[in-house]
């Protein structure tokens, strides 16, 4: 079931702040200040990816990228760098486990430790009536999606356990199924269940874990698909980024287990 905002502290062993002491994240600049990020999915312009890696660096952490294609990669790495940020760009398939592996250590051999991880890869790829799937289709999406996911999380899980702290922030949808997408649908569904495991399993190592469910949002892929001529209910990249950077720091500390709808004015 998807939830707006539930604050939950069961089964925390971690002491909640005075509320009354926080300030907004957009107020906190270096609030993610010697942290380490890996984000995955950092490949296009105009996509929510570079706008979620730009912001993480923006309020302090450092960064491992990481998208399929060499060339992307590169290219959102010297924007951030351009910026004033720390990143490295990892050219990887997260589906195959050795590249997983190389993008882990790559990673702390870089910056010695993982703090948060951001599970942006995948997307809608296939849109088709369910009886036309074939199983590579089927396997196809739900790998990039929900495999990808996995494979990153159980990888960089063992890193956060031993420094007894860590967020990771998976990606799911907002919103019922809807007809034509049915691995997709699957994939996300999917996610939830991945988010609540690991946040389960993660809760004694101090190890957060929730996912941000995006509606219909402005990306320059969804804007060139469907030329919309009013984006005003449409959520925007920004408003996502402001979302995981809030889930990847300690002012969400509490919040663990949970889907975060963030929706615009889509609702």
Known sequence: MMLTVIICTCGSRHPRKDQSSKQRVSEMPGILEGKVAVVTGVS????????????????????????????????????????????????????????????I??????????????????????????????????NRELN??????????????????????????????????????????????????????????GRDAGIRVNAVAPGLVDTESNIAAMKPKDMKRWAKRDDIAEAVVFLASPASEGITGQVIAVTGWGI
């Open 105 to 138: 250590d790559a990673t702390l051999a870089a910056y010695s430790r993982i703090d948060i991880l951001v599970n942006l890869a995948g997307g809608l790829k296939l849109y088709k009536p369910a009886v036309e799937f074939s199983l590579e289709d089927w």
């Open 144 to 201: 990039n999606n929900l495999l990808s996911a996995f494979l990153v999380s159980r990888a960089a899980f063992p890193h956060m356990a031993k420094a007894g702290s860590g967020s990771i922030v998976n990606f799911a949808r907002a919103g019922l199924p809807q007809a034509n997408m049915v691995a997709y649908n699957c994939a996300k569904a999917g996610v939830e269940a991945l988010t609540r495991t690991f946040a389960l399993e």
């Open 44 to 103: 296009h312009a105009g996509q929510v990816g570079q706008a979620v890696a730009r912001d993480l660096a923006a309020k302090g952490a450092a960064l491992t990228i990481c998208a399929r294609t060499q060339a992307n990669v590169e290219a959102r790495a010297a924007e951030l760098k351009q910026g004033g940020a720390r990143v490295l760009p990892v050219a990887a398939s997260l589906t195959e486990e050795p590249q997983v592996a190389r993008l």
